[in-house]
């Protein structure tokens, strides 16, 4: 039998996990929402390879976020603070799909432009959101934040490094060779960390 305590802490958490769904899901939508869109009318805007594998990052960031949220079970006590900075860290999360693939980008007639153009709150926010998944690893507890070893720190700060450059310069070789990494070590980091909850 649970001890009323352990009870109370789920229950806070169930209800915690809703708002994260919400916002999630309002994320998840947006950009399945566009894609569609796209699928429906290949011509009305000129896609860029580049764009679109952000486009899918996000996606499998999104998917992720939700599917390894579930360690926030563990968190013995939760304050407001806390409540609010893990729904701070959904929201970015649904900034990150509203910059990435935006409702109106007819209006740049090519997703390189809009890309290029928008960089600057796409991976500024993205920085954010790695900033944010270091601090949510450490509210997990230490044992949690241990089991990743030096690669959590080493892909944030890479991350948020690769961020900042990324907002500087539209050199298209890097921006292709960091979506092309990011891609990869994701999905990567995924299957070896994420796999089984």
Known sequence: MMHPVEISSISEYLHIRVVLGIVVGLGLTHLLGQIARIIDNPRRIRLYWVHMLWVWFVFVYLISFW?????????????????VFVTLY?????LVSTFVIPSDAERFGHYREY?????????????????????????KGDLYFDSFGNEIVFRSVGHIGACMVAIWTRKAWFHASYALIAVAYQLC??????EVL
């Open 67 to 83: 599917w390894w949220e579930y360690r926030l079970a563990r968190v013995a006590d939760w304050t407001f603070l806390l409540y």
């Open 90 to 94: 959904a929201m970015l999360l649904f």
């Open 115 to 139: 890309y290029y153009s928008k960089r600057g709150w796409f991976f500024g926010t993205l920085a954010l959101v790695f900033v944010a998944g270091m601090v949510d690893t450490l509210i």
């Open 189 to 194: 980091w995924i299957v070896r960390k994420f």
